[in-house]
């Protein structure tokens, strides 16, 4: 089942605001990834995250990966409206006997809509 | 140029009929996925492959098929046992899940949506 819960389930802003979402677990992940989709399109990688505590920017995006592993937060700075979307977070989750080797578990996204 | 192809981008069926959709890859990735995406929910796994001729079943395998022939070829079978085939359906690809973390970025196709009358 769903172990990812990603928050808000969507959100509305005007053009130029900033943008917070985040993705918390129960349990720790390894890697938290972090994908924008245009409707009917494949989702896109963003950024990618591998070290708990590590911040990493990609343009006006930034992440970061908690501190305990077990949640991550995705910035969007001066939004514009091609910023429209759903994004997604993704994370490797560290089973207790082992890895999940390739496999992510996905959040169930947040819709953003960036009015002009 | 690099990249992963889905064909087609919309697929129609009557119900009844297997479909087998198309997943290519020339990223030389070994790893390959196959995701389902129903509206307003989140991407879940259907099989996915670490390298030729192996698989395995994912969270919703069942009335699905794959196969891995080839390592730049991944298609799946939506076959008449899935109750409820209609929807986007997407393939992914990865270097391999096993050796670094790296290996964990998944790369998207366009997706294919199927509906099923």
């Known amino acids: 089942g769903q172990q990812l819960n990603q928050s808000p389930q969507s959100m509305f802003i005007q053009e130029g605001e900033d943008v917070s979402m985040n993705c918390t677990s129960s349990?720790?992940?390894?890697?938290w990834l972090w994908y924008k989709q245009d409707p009917g399109e494949g989702p896109v990688l963003l950024i990618a995250l591998y070290k708990a505590g590590e911040l990493t920017s990609n343009g006006r995006l930034t992440a970061q990966f908690g501190i305990t592993r077990k949640d991550s937060f995705l910035n969007i700075s001066a939004s514009i409206p091609s910023d429209v979307g759903i994004y997604f977070c993704a994370g490797q989750l560290v089973y207790a006997g082992g890895t999940s080797y390739g496999k992510l578990t996905f959040g169930q996204g947040t819709i953003l809509t960036v009015h002009p | 140029d690099g990249g992963i192809t889905q064909s087609p981008k919309y697929l129609f069926r009557k119900e009844g009929q297997n479909v087998t959709l198309s997943c290519e890859q020339n990223?030389?990735?070994?790893?390959m996925y196959w995701y389902r995406q129903d509206p307003g929910q989140g991407l879940r796994l259907i099989y996915y492959s670490q390298i030729v001729n192996d698989f395995q079943k994912g969270d919703i395998a069942e009335g699905y098929s794959v196969s891995r022939e080839k390592k730049e070829s991944f298609p799946l079978t939506v076959t008449s046992a899935q109750k409820n085939p209609t929807a986007f359906y997407l393939c992914?690809?990865?270097?391999?899940?096993?050796?670094?973390?790296?290996?964990?970025?998944?790369?998207f196709g366009p997706g294919t949506r199927l509906t099923v009358t």
């Open positions: 990223l030389n990735h070994d790893a």
């Open positions: 992914a690809s990865s270097i391999d899940g096993r050796f670094g973390l790296a290996d964990y970025e998944q790369y």
């Open positions: 349990s720790i992940f390894n890697t």
